[in-house]
């Protein structure tokens, strides 16, 4: 078995991978091109194209990270080699954090208070009900299903939405484009889980985040792409006057790193983190590499991306 690693970490990987298959051939991206040619597996984060170009035999790709939006759009990418991602792995607790943390700022009114402090304003504002305070969570997969729970353990009434139908406990599920309109109408806080693919892109538009309450506000630890970002900027207001939305965290963006000049950073109702909500555990991700290629060893593909719906 010959497995190629390329991603930020390739050393730390190839030992691992080779203490779990001692008799395996597991190399770097850097290895000469006659050691890598001819691989079964991909073991990859964001691989170059002429890494997928010169292979021929391989057996499965692993996408190391949950998001395979990259990868999928790789135009090297071969289209009969099963591609498997990540699943939760460890990045759906410190996610969960993430959007609680978010949800907590705006419920809490850490934005206003922050105003005020800048203006040494003492003025204590009342504190909602949680009761009064849903959550919108789209995107229910293997973190945004973990985001969803927790928010309801922490009080909030949770919306989800997702493309197929579902049941999760404590979780008001939707799906389909009334689904989704029933979340926007009644989230204070709406959070976006999705994965990057044609029919996510560009899904929070103008015309949907007018649907969401006056005063509400966005976190978005799952793609860039899924926000149309001058449709934010115009909901969220120009200077001290907030627009429809109260305010954004936000972690991910259409372009990475966020060019010096986008509006975003200067925006006063606008927090960013620089794509960092749920950075993926190194050993709960290569535990799961590990039985991913137990798995096709065993001649069982673990489940494969469906490249068709995008995730
Ligand atoms: P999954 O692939 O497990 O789940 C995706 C979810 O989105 C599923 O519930 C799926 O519905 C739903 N979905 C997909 N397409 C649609 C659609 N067209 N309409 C409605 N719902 C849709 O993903 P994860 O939960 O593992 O991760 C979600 C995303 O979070 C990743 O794709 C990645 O982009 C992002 N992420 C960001 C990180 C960061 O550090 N910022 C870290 C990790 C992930 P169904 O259940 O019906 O299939």
Redesign the pocket.
Known sequence: MKIVVHNDNPDRWCRALQAAFPRATVVTAEAPAEVRRGADYLAVWQPPEWLLAEQTQLKGIINL???V?ALLDNPELPADVPVIKL??AG?AAP?ADYVLYGVLHFYRGFDGYDHQQQQARWAPQPLPDKADWPVGV???????RHVAQALAEAGFPVLG????A?HLDGVDCR?GEDGLDAVLAQAQSLVT?????A??RGLINAERLAKLPPGASLIN???GALIDESALLDALGDGDTPGHLRGALL??FSTEPLPDDNPLWQHPRVWITP?????TPLDGAIDQVIRYLHSFEAGKTPTAVNPD?G?
């Not at 794509?275 to 950075?279: I, M, Y």
């Open positions: 990270g949950a998001g939006d699943r939760d990045m996610m789209l995107g229910l997969g293997a973190i945004g939405w997702s493309r197929s579902k799906h889980l999705l994965p990057d693919t029919d996510t630890p799952g793609r972690d991910v794509h960092t909500s749920a950075p719906a995730y």
